[in-house]
């Protein structure tokens, strides 16, 4: 069965700092890979997706992610953390369209001055 | 712009009484999803239409239905609100099958049970 595991679940940075964020999954074929941000009380924003290619993938705000085959791993960073990327991050899998996806239990980033 | 839209964003509602959730969608999508996510968990699905053709979770309580009467417009109806279904529900909207699986989400009805 599919399943996406996120270890952390609250990292603090300090504003400027680099960050990177955690993303295991398990799924026996080469799958979709997503990062979603959450700001309280909001919908889910697209930050990057991952379907083939290259395997270092570029998104929105500065954020990049790189997806590792061989540590079933899809780990988000950012170089240089501001204030206004604190939220919920959250990373899902999907097996083809018009399934599901599977969501980890997300990552709350907290921004220190 | 193009857009997944949610109304009400915030609904209180009183134990045991019958709750509708809107969503509509002006991106043409084939397919619609609904998700509750509850505090501090992740966004777990309840439900889907791709097209016409409703695809409902093994694990989807019978007290969460759904309609979906055109392309645009997709509903979430709770038969009898519990304390338990306080949550936020997210819509969703995929372009096809064929696509990618890449999902657009609105921006939320938080349900508050009293």
């Known amino acids: 069965a599919q399943s996406v595991t996120q270890p952390d679940i609250h990292i603090t940075v300090s504003e400027g700092a680099s960050l990177e964020l955690r993303c295991n999954y398990s799924?026996?074929?080469?799958?979709?890979l997503f990062w979603y941000v959450q700001s309280p009380g909001q919908g889910l924003q697209l930050l990057l997706k991952?379907?083939?290619?290259?395997?270092l993938v570029q998104g929105i705000k500065g954020f990049e992610a790189e997806f590792k085959r061989s540590q079933s791993s899809f780990n988000l960073r950012k170089p240089s953390v501001h204030w206004s990327d604190a939220a919920e991050y959250f990373c899902?899998?999907?097996?083809?369209?018009?399934?599901?996806?599977?969501f980890g239990k997300g990552t709350t980033l907290s921004v220190s001055s | 712009d193009a857009m997944v839209i949610q109304n009400p964003r915030y609904q209180v509602t009183q134990f045991g009484k019958p709750v509708t959730l809107s969503c509509s969608q002006t991106?043409?999508?084939?397919?619609m999803y609904w998700y509750q996510q509850k505090s501090s968990q992740a966004p777990k699905l309840l439900f889907h239409?791709?097209?016409?053709?409703?695809?409902n979770e093994a694990d989807t309580p019978d007290n969460f239905q759904s309609r979906r009467p055109n392309t645009s417009f997709c509903f979430l109806d709770i038969r009898s609100p519990g304390l338990g279904d306080a949550a936020m529900y997210l819509c969703?909207?995929?372009?096809?099958?064929?696509?990618?699986?890449?999902?657009?989400f609105g921006p939320g009805t938080r349900l508050t049970v009293l």
């Open positions: 899902a899998v999907g097996a083809w369209a018009g399934t599901a996806l599977i």
């Open positions: 991952y379907f083939s290619g290259d395997t």
């Open positions: 239409y791709y097209d016409k053709d409703f695809n």
């Open positions: 991106l043409n999508h084939n397919v």
């Open positions: 799924y026996g074929a080469t799958p979709y």
């Open positions: 969703a909207t995929s372009r096809d099958r064929s696509d990618s699986n890449e999902q657009f």
